[in-house]
């Protein structure tokens, strides 16, 4: 075949305005901090992880010769707010804004979070600076001039976040509830919540332009998501099966088996460095989320964490919303990490069985394309049929029945056959 082979955050932006400002701390662990243009000066997102990160942040955002109007934190993570103090000491006209959950988890530190983070970073500070104004969790916000929508999610990546929307370009401030292209901490073993806040976060800002993350490069939102979404999608489908009553240490999952899951992750993710600065942090997330599935009622499980998951806007089954999204985001490696070890494409009668060659056939057929899903034409346990256009060279194109066959966390079988 060739390729086959409603409030202000669902209204569209309407106004041009300068780009935020970004500082990235170094890895690992590099974690960011955005300038925005305001009217009466730079409103700033997150404080860095250290106060000496956060003053090479501070050197940047002087460069623009404008004050400093306001400071906001997104959660209350190590990473995000160690630097605080050092802001409030180089900026100290302008107020540190939280919201209220916000504040009350940063002073509670019911985790131990900071002792950890000062065991693990000497440069951690010895005290943190909190916020000195407190803001009503879903409250809009009035800053430096401008109107920002705020959102509260909670019991996901962190206990509680805040993100902040600018209505008027679609800009959107997420803190760690997606990230780009990085390695997350799952430390919290709440990755069914993640998954939940995901859909929430996609339907409240569904219009939203730019996504600004706290760890990774700027990018669409909706893509953002998506790639969140169907990482711990597939880090959940991996530790799933070590923590089975059958599997080779029950409950626990055994060095060897640990050590499998974070192979397959590193191959299905390469190059995704990780978000925090300690070096246990690919172990310590298979062990959170194996003790969060191993503790799991399937039967209570939530429609966005079931092993058949279904991407919250388009109704795909999860593998299969990664191998549209992978052949859309040009991702070869998340495209074949879709599929399983031994699966079966069919491509207009050609075969290819094995994800070594199916892996082949898409980077030569299918990498460089625009895959739109117009509808699920069929839709059972285990399998979905497509009707779709695929555009080889990004545009034009053909309509084509995408048939997936699904186990668990991967496509078994796909067959590509042109749309009558």
């Keep these: 075949m060739g390729g086959c082979s409603n409030d202000e955050g669902s209204k569209p932006p309407a106004a041009k305005a300068a780009q935020p400002g970004r500082f990235a701390s170094p890895n690992p662990g590099s974690v ?206 991996l530790v799933r099966p070590a923590v089975a009553p059958g599997s080779a240490g029950g409950r626990t999952v055994t060095s060897g088996e640990q050590r499998s899951i974070i192979a397959e992750m590193e191959r299905t993710h390469p190059g995704h460095p990780p978000v925090a600065d300690l070096s246990t942090i690919a172990q310590e997330n298979v062990r959170a989320v194996a003790r969060e599935l191993a503790a799991e009622d399937p039967a209570k499980t939530p429609a966005a964490c079931s092993d058949e998951a279904r991407d919250g806007t388009n109704g795909l089954l999860a593998p299969v919303s990664a191998y549209v999204g992978a052949v859309n985001d040009r991702n070869l490696d998340a495209l074949a990490g879709a599929f399983a ?17 199916i892996r082949a056939w898409a980077e030569n057929e299918v990498i460089g394309g625009r895959l739109t899903v117009t509808r699920v034409a069929e839709n059972r346990p285990g399998h979905q049929r497509l009707l779709v256009r695929f555009a080889p060279g990004g545009s034009g194109g053909f309509d084509a029945y995408y048939a997936f066959t699904v186990n668990g966390s991967s496509i078994t079988r796909a067959e590509l056959t042109y749309a009558d």
């Excluded at 079966?344 to 290819?352: A, M, Q, S």
């Design 341 to 357: 070890a031994d699966a079966e494409l069919i491509d207009v009668g050609r075969r290819f069985t094995g994800r070594a060659a």
């Design 32 to 237: 960011n901090v955005y300038w925005i243009q305001a009217p009466e000066g730079l409103v700033l997102v997150d404080t860095s992880r250290t106060p000496a990160d956060a003053r090479k942040a501070i050197a940047e955002i002087r460069k623009t010769g404008r004050p400093v109007a306001a400071i906001l934190l997104t959660h209350s993570h190590p990473d995000h707010v160690g630097g605080a103090g050092a802001f409030a000491e180089a900026f100290p006209r302008a107020p540190i804004h939280a919201s209220r959950a916000t504040d009350k988890a940063m002073r509670e530190d019911g985790r131990r979070f900071y002792p950890l983070a000062r065991s693990a970073n000497p440069g951690f500070p010895a005290k943190v600076t909190y916020a000195d104004r407190v803001f009503e969790d879903g409250a809009p916000l009035q800053v430096g001039g401008l109107r920002l929508v705020t959102a509260t999610f909670a019991e996901g990546e962190s206990d509680t976040a805040t993100v902040y929307h600018r209505a008027d370009t679609g800009d959107l401030f997420s803190g760690d509830l997606a990230g780009s292209k990085v390695t997350p901490a799952l430390i919290e073993g709440n990755s069914c919540g993640w998954l939940q806040n995901l859909d929430r976060l996609g339907r409240r800002f569904s219009a939203a332009g730019t996504m600004y993350p706290g760890h990774g490069a700027p990018g669409p939102a909706r893509a953002l998501i998506d790639e969140q979404r169907r990482y711990l999608q597939r880090f959940r489908g």
